[in-house]
């Protein structure tokens, strides 16, 4: 597994983390929000709403809330490394006409800048398939904006299959 030959751990976030996963959350969020701000623009108070979502949300077992950090050298400090990973998933149901009833979603996944390449996201999105998995549902799912071609390259490399393409039109006020 990618994690032990980084010397990673992948942990469902502990509440003294929930900032720093955020923080990590929010670039990913800002840039959606540049790509196209019609379906993206963030509320000013985003980050403590953020906070509170994934504090309220953090051991619901139909959510997933996990974090990637530098094991500590030695194991069982404390205080590992940083915050250098992070992914949002939960389990959503769909309409009763299809053969299953629930998926499971990756609402954001990001890698701090100077940790990318190194196998992280995949360790991520592994933990998140494992857990789907677990949880006994049929697929895994994810939304990535076109122009990121970086997850874009990630996901075909994982597995990830195009299926439809979300189309947005903007809705003026009377
Ligand atoms: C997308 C992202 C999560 C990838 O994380 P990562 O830890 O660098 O990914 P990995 O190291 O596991 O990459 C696995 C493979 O994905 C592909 N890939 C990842 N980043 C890539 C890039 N910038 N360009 C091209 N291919 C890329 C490569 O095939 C890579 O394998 P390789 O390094 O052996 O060539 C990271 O770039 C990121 O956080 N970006 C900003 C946030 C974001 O866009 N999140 C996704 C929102 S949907």
New binding site residues.
Partial sequence: M?QHDLNLEIIPVPEADISALVELFL??ER??EQYWPLRWALRADVHQRYTRWITANRTNPQWLFIIAREKAVGGGQRNAGEVI?GLAAAMNEEIPIYQFTHYAF?H??????Q???????????DYALNWAREKGVNQLR????DR????T???Q??GFQTTYREMVIPVAPN
């Fill in positions: 990618p670039l990913v840039q959606h990973g990756i954001d996944l990001a890698v701090r800048e940790a990318r390449r190194r196998g992280i996201g995949t360790a991520l999105l994810l939304m990535a904006a990121n071609t970086a997850a390259a990630l996901f490399k994982f």
